[in-house]
């Protein structure tokens, strides 16, 4: 199993930046890839962004492609979020999750990853 543990939300205004965490413990060797999910109230949860574990390649929703980034450090095994220019829309509880499945995958799916985190809240108000 892989633990997974979100850090870095709170309350911001908008314009402004931050940079959420995902720290992995547990069977960390598993994972194939870790991305993250918002859900705001009364929305379903949505894809944000993913990150290939080994070759540390990028994916994003349309949404947020122009103002985000994923990164990874495989060697710490955490995984950042980094927000810019955060608007109203982005207030949501923030999740990572990770695919330890080998082969193909349906990468913006929730039920293509096998480990969630617990969420953290982040709030933007203009």
């Known amino acids: 199993q892989v633990q997974l543990v979100e850090s870095g939300g709170g309350f911001f205004e908008a314009g402004e930046s931050l940079r959420l965490s995902c720290a992995a413990s547990?069977?960390?060797?598993?994972?194939?890839?870790v991305a993250w999910f918002r859900q705001a109230p009364g929305k379903e949860r949505e894809f944000v962004a993913r990150i290939t574990w080994t070759a540390g390649r990028p994916s994003y929703s349309d949404s947020v492609k122009d103002r985000f980034a994923i990164s990874r450090d495989s060697d710490k095994n955490l995984v950042y979020l980094q927000m810019n220019s955060l608007t109203r829309e982005d207030t949501a509880v923030y999740y990572c999750?990770?695919?330890?499945?080998?082969?193909?995958?349906?990468?913006?799916?929730?039920?293509?990853?096998?480990?969630w985190g617990q969420g953290t809240q982040v709030t933007v108000s203009s």
């Open positions: 999750a990770t695919r330890t499945r080998a082969g193909w995958y349906d990468f913006v799916r929730l039920d293509s990853y096998d480990y």
């Open positions: 547990g069977q960390t060797y598993m994972i194939d890839a």
